[in-house]
């Protein structure tokens, strides 16, 4: 007889809802980010047929407002999201999650063969995800202050935070590299857990619902 599972909520429409935009608004300003720090087509055919510098700014601008809109949701989801959203619950900050988050290291690096089951996320995601926002935070104020140059409130945080914008541009263009080394990983770990685990965790992005062997939660 074939192992019997159960099917459990998870994951909120919202939550679902902000790792999309967050996810599509970090491949378009890559993307659009790349092409602006180089661009790669004819300088020719700016401002003759077509302007492809200022077609990929407007696009970088509107997706860095989806990433902002999106790092918000998170913020208010970290203090008003169901259980397993709330940042406490996946924070390494208690003695249960501090031993869940060596535990899951150890796991994923072949120190051990099983990890306790989690309906939300590991401490060790959650800890690395803790730090993608704060990272966050820092790509948007510069970009904003980038926009945004003569905003006097801008200035006021950008100068605070970075001294100058020539520096402020240095780390937004070094971080982005951060998010596209956490995106790589975050997806070979998906895969992974999801040949390893029974729990689907990349549907469970989709309907919010994660399964389990019966009686496996505590």
Known sequence: MGA??????????????????FALAIVFLVTTGFYIHFPWSNSVIEGSRSFPVAE????HFVAGFVFIAAVLTRLYLWFFGNRQEKIWDCAPITPSNIKDFFSTLAYYLYLKSENEPRLGHHTLAGAVYIVTIGLAFFQIVSGLWMLYPESVFWQKWGVAIFATQAQARLIHYLLTWYFIIFTCIHLYILIWNDIMEPEGLISSIFTGRKFFHKGALK
């Open 56 to 59: 990929m700014r407007y696009i």
């Open 4 to 21: 019997v599972y159960e099917k459990r909520f998870a994951w909120g429409v919202l939550f679902r809802l902000f790792h999309w935009a």
